[in-house]
């Protein structure tokens, strides 16, 4: 599912099931804004086959309302493109 926008394997799990949830795994606080793990998993709507993609998310916030929300398919790129590699990650409580 690897894309070079990162955008098309979630659209591929998003338009083929008919459950879609985010089970979320971990919460990082990056200053201006946080970064979240989660899993998305989805149940395809013909094959019923259970389907799971690790992403990344990115959120910005003011005055208590987010003003900015970006999902990463793969969690790497979002890394890179925050500018932090995993290892300098600590969680923080959601």
């Given at each position: 599912?690897?894309?070079?926008?990162?955008?098309d394997g979630?659209?591929?799990?998003?338009?083929?099931?008919?459950?879609?949830?985010?089970?979320?795994?971990?919460?990082?606080?990056?200053?201006?804004?946080?970064?979240?793990?989660?899993?998305?998993?989805?149940r395809g709507?013909?094959?019923?086959?259970?389907?799971?993609?690790?992403?990344?998310?990115?959120?910005?916030?003011?005055?208590?309302?987010?003003?900015?929300?970006?999902?990463?398919?793969?969690?790497?790129?979002?890394?890179?493109?925050?500018?932090?590699?995993?290892?300098?990650?600590?969680?923080?409580?959601?």
């Amino acid at each position: 599912m690897a894309s070079t926008t990162g955008y098309d394997g979630f659209a591929a799990l998003a338009g083929g099931g008919d459950q879609i949830g985010a089970d979320p795994e971990a919460f990082f606080d990056l200053g201006e804004q946080t970064l979240a793990f989660s899993v998305l998993r989805g149940r395809g709507r013909q094959s019923g086959a259970d389907v799971a993609m690790p992403v990344a998310q990115v959120v910005r916030s003011r005055d208590g309302r987010v003003v900015y929300f970006k999902t990463y398919s793969d969690r790497r790129v979002a890394l890179r493109e925050l500018g932090v590699s995993e290892a300098q990650l600590e969680a923080i409580a959601p």
